[in-house]
């Protein structure tokens, strides 16, 4: 069905159209105020003393002297604190606000000053007089596995963070009775969130006890808590209040950084109002970045390309923290569950303490590596075999109503039609194996969650208050990070109160006041916080319902809510104004019209150390094509055309889906080709956006050369059959960019970034491997 | 090191009589003398463009321009495209393409457009992405604001033919 053909058949009179972003007009203008636009009277300036050395244990910290500077109003260090340890997982939970007795990466937070002006906070800094023990230091996970290492905590053995290990059907015999097994070692690189927003947060400690903090969080109840566990305080003296957010791509945002913990407790010292800004250094030298991973995927297949067998091993470099890494090192066995049919899959991570900045999510976490290896060796068994890649995807492929073999439960999976998209769109069968030498084609496919159930908090809720003008506040815990929660939320509650999309206002999120919800991240807020939205949107329809019903003396079951307004739906004439029933039922009657909703799905516990069980309520699917040509001279990759097909649903907002389409496509091609993180004993070489490179306008093709496609399958458990839309057009990505430069050059680069260097190392190779 | 000096700035339309350190950075200034928190604190060594402003209708990156050097000169920031309280056809044109996510990229890229049409008000694709190249949009955006500064071109011409 085409989007069109839903719009009519369901009626809809908001959703399925292209609508612009809510807080687009505020943001164009330079009005919205992001966290570090906020002023407060009387406000300090806080700045963070980290640690030069990647190991060493803390003997003495004098502070005195940067007590004394003019301008400084307040030091503190980690005794200024409880000692306690936040985080997410219980049990592997080792954040503190600042560092106590140890110190375990160059970045690490060990002090912190607030003065009247940053450059007086920054000259506090160098006063500060720490007395280190250096401590020897490892870097490379596989040499943090050995048993002489240097440990970097006691209660983690060899370094091993956390680990996952699951296995479903049987691999050993699988891969016994496949005709070809293959065996591949992939390499994926350290990367940033790259937000353009450093974080940054204002902290007010009030004589009362109360703590606010006015901050940048995706995730403002995660901080809720954070603080609270991290202060030893009560949750209730606590308040989290959501600023704008510049893009988060769970880059710290998502969680309580030691910067909150000072702003507050400075805050506490000095009676006044602490703002924290990071420089775009500290945001690159700190930990949140994106795991880098050593991948051994074994595969066996038969002799016509059914996948029998997959066998998976994983060490990923998780740096100095656990982090939400727990998570992390078990969602690559979602990976391996989707998008294609194995019934035998196993799988050992482990995530490995070095000392360096930690590692934990980053857009669709984990899924692009994941991807990377799965894809790129299917190519190479198709080539192997000489089956056409296409088709052994085609063979192997999941649909709807499949169960994997670890549980999880695919609802609609549009994979195939996905296929079929690109594959006609992009010319495939005239351009594989047929275009010039140094121009390439190349594709993948890739399947995603729509919202992970592994936390302890899962569900979403939502609140409706409807004012007496008829327009509806709107209120989750789902904060807009850019994605667009304010606008598809909004428009769910506007297609279902009949009333328009600028009707509707988005609240800010604020734990004193929004309801309970874990906030944005694991593509759930369309899926579990709009079916949250959509039952306090029913909710209050049929507050309002009862009382049209009486006046208009219909049936309730007769009203159809539209346009702003209430009618009978066989005698449209025979209704009234969406304002003047809210007026009366509200104002005359006494009955405030407020809806509320929350969605979960269901409480059966999944063990993120590898347990059965379905991970999520919906999985979208994706098939992407890329067209490269590939500069044999120089190695450089230009993109010459996109084509882009997901399984989003239903497109709520089409202009969105591409958007986030375009995002995550972007961001998986700049892992591809461009962006590392380089370390050197544990020193970050380039903190700083000249030398860190992302994508820039020009690196994506013209235009005309961008082929998105929305592929409908109303998912059952979808608000309006939505499922993600925001993290799986880009899992595919850097396979897909990596099959395509084979297909140029001949040149299969297994390690990422894919490097003009390393192409040309390649090619190299391959010259002198001819006669 | 506390001393300052008496300057007067010309930012979008209005004079300003401040009185500021000599190495204050104009975006500073802009943003914490005056409010005008559109042009964004990110990399402050002029390579994501979030800072932009116009100087004399040229954009410049505002972390990399001292206040003193930006006397006599006419200022324009993405807060000063508005007239009337409507927004400027750019900034409407960004709204509508969906070129605008996080928005902390959106101002910079808005007067940077600017800069471009009044110079040349029909650019090419690549003309609009040789522009724009000085400019980080993580969100990934980039078709978006291509489109967004495609249709801005339109409207303006349609607008000076009267259309």
């Known amino acids: 069905m085409t989007l069109e053909e839903v719009i009519e058949r369901e009626g809809y009179s908001v959703i399925g159209r292209p609508t612009p972003k809510k807080d687009g007009w505020i943001k164009a203008t330079g009005e ?5 636009d906020l002023y407060f009277p009387g406000m300090l300036h806080g700045k963070l003393l980290r640690s030069p050395l990647p190991h060493a244990r803390i003997l003495h910290i004098d502070t005195s002297r940067a007590e004394k500077l003019p301008g400084v109003r307040g030091v503190v260090t980690a005794k200024d604190f409880p000692g306690i340890l936040y985080g997410d997982f219980a049990h592997t939970r080792d954040y503190l ?86 065996e591949d070692t992939f390499e994926t690189q350290s990367m940033k969130q790259g937000m353009l927003e450093p974080h940054a947060c204002v902290g007010l400690w009030e004589g009362s006890g109360k703590i606010t ?104 470099n998780g740096g100095a923290h656990a982090s939400i890494g727990q998570l992390s090192i078990f969602l690559p066995g979602l990976g391996l569950n989707l998008p294609y049919r194995v019934p035998n899959v196993q799988m050992e991570s482990y995530r490995i303490y070095t000392n360096t900045g930690f590692a934990g999510a980053l857009r669709s976490h984990t899924q692009p590596q994941i991807c990377f290896a799965r894809e790129s060796q299917i190519e190479m068994i198709a080539k192997e075999l000489d089956l056409d890649p296409v088709e052994m995807r085609r063979k192997n492929a999941r649909a709807g109503g499949d169960v994997t073999p670890s549980g999880f439960k695919l609802g609609t999976f549009g994979f195939l039609d996905g296929l079929d998209r690109v594959i006609e769109a992009s010319g495939w069968r005239e351009k594989y194996g ?33 004012r007496e003008d008829g327009t509806v506040a709107l209120m989750t815990g789902s904060a807009d990070i850019g994605q667009g929660a304010d606008t598809v939320l909004s428009m769910i509650a506007a297609e279902v109160l009949g009333v328009r999309v600028d009707d509707v206002t988005y609240a800010m999120i604020d734990s004193d006041v929004t309801p309970l919800d874990p906030g944005a991240f694991s593509s759930r807020v369309t899926l579990w916080t709009g079916n949250a939205v959509k039952q306090a949107a029913e909710d209050a329809r049929k507050q309002l319902e009862e009382v049209a019903a009486q ?11 539209r346009d702003r307004r209430v009618y009978v739906r066989h005698d449209p004439q025979r209704g009234m104004d969406f304002a003047s029933l809210v007026r009366s039922t509200q104002n005359r009657l006494g009955h405030p019209v407020m809806g509320q909703g929350s969605y979960t799905s269901g409480d059966e516990p999944i063990a993120v150390q590898g347990g059965y069980g379905n991970a999520s309520p919906a999985y979208s699917a994706s098939v992407v094509v890329v067209e490269v040509e590939v500069d044999e001279e120089t190695g450089h990759v230009t993109l010459a055309g996109i084509w882009n097909a997901s399984d989003c649903g239903f497109p709520l907002n089409p202009m969105a889906v591409a958007g986030q389409s375009m995002g995550a496509f972007t961001m998986s091609m700049g892992q591809a080709l461009y962006e590392n993180l380089i370390r050197i004993e544990g020193q970050v070489m380039n903190p700083s956006f000249r ?45 897909a960019l990596a099959n395509a430069i ?8 297994k390690s990422l970034p894919i490097s003009p260097s390393k192409i040309l190392s390649g090619l190299e190779e391959s010259r002198s491997n001819k006669p | 090191m506390k001393q300052r000096v008496p300057i007067s700035l010309t930012v979008n339309g209005e004079i300003h009589e401040l009185f500021i350190p000599p190495w204050q950075l104009l975006l500073d200034t802009l943003r914490d003398e005056l409010g005008l928190t559109g042009a964004k604190r990110c990399c402050i060594e002029g390579q994501c463009g979030a800072c932009t402003v116009l100087i004399d209708g040229k954009p410049i990156n505002s972390c990399l321009y001292l206040t003193i050097e930006a006397q006599n000169q006419e200022i324009v920031t993405a807060e000063g495209l508005v007239e009337d309280g409507k927004p400027h056809p750019i900034q409407k044109a960004f709204v509508e393409r969906g070129a605008v996510q996080c928005g902390f990229c959106t101002p910079g890229l808005v007067v940077a457009t600017k800069a471009l049409l009044d110079q040349n008000p029909n650019p090419t694709e690549d003309e609009i992405r040789i522009a724009l190249s000085g400019h980080l949009c993580r969100c990934g955006a980039y078709v978006q604001i291509t489109e967004a500064v495609m249709a801005a071109a339109r409207e303006t011409a349609q607008k000076e033919v009267g259309v």
């Open chain 1, 742 to 749: 084979y297909n140029a050059t001949g040149v299969r680069v």
């Open chain 1, 32 to 36: 919205a105020k992001f966290a570090d």
């Open chain 1, 551 to 561: 006046k208009l003396k219909a049936d309730p079951k007769h009203l159809v809510f």
């Open chain 1, 213 to 316: 903090l006015w901050s940048c969080k995706s995730s403002p109840y995660v901080v809720w808590r954070h603080l609270a566990m991290g202060l030893g305080v009560d949750p209730g003296n606590i308040r989290v209040i959501q600023t704008y957010i510049g893009g988060s791509f769970s880059g710290g945002k998502q969680e309580g950084m030691p910067m909150d913990f000072c702003a507050v407790i400075l805050s506490k010292k000095t009676g006044r109002p602490v703002k924290f800004v990071h420089t775009m250094d500290e945001v690159l030298v700190i930990g949140h970045m994106r795991h880098s991973m050593k991948i051994r995927l074994k595969t066996g297949v038969k002799r016509d390309g059914t996948l029998v067998a997959q066998h998976c091993r994983i060490i990923a």
């Open chain 1, 434 to 466: 047929k275009l010039p030498r140094g121009r390439g084609i190349g594709m993948a496919g890739s399947g995603m969650i729509s919202g992970a159930r592994l936390m302890s908090h899962s569900a979403s809720s939502a609140q409706i208050k409807i």
């Open chain 1, 691 to 735: 030398d860190y490179k992302m994508p820039l306008i020009v690196d994506l093709p013209k235009v005309e050369n961008v082929h998105l496609f929305d592929i409908i399958t109303n998912d059952p458990n979808g608000p309006f059959g939505a499922k993600e839309a925001g993290q799986g057009p880009g899992d595919g990505v850097i396979a």
């Open chain 1, 97 to 182: 606000p600042l560092a106590q007795d140890r110190v375990r990466y160059i970045g690490e937070e060990v002090a912190a000053v607030a003065a009247t002006d940053m450059d007086t906070a920054e000259e506090a800094l160098d006063l500060i007089c720490v007395e280190y023990e250096p401590l020897p230091a490892v870097f490379s996970p596989e040499e943090a596995m050995q048993p002489e290492a240097p440990q970097l905590y006691d209660r983690a053995p060899n370094n091993i963070a956390s680990k996952s290990e699951f296995h479903y059907g049987d691999v050993e015999k699988g891969l016994a009775e496949s005709d070809y097994v293959r």
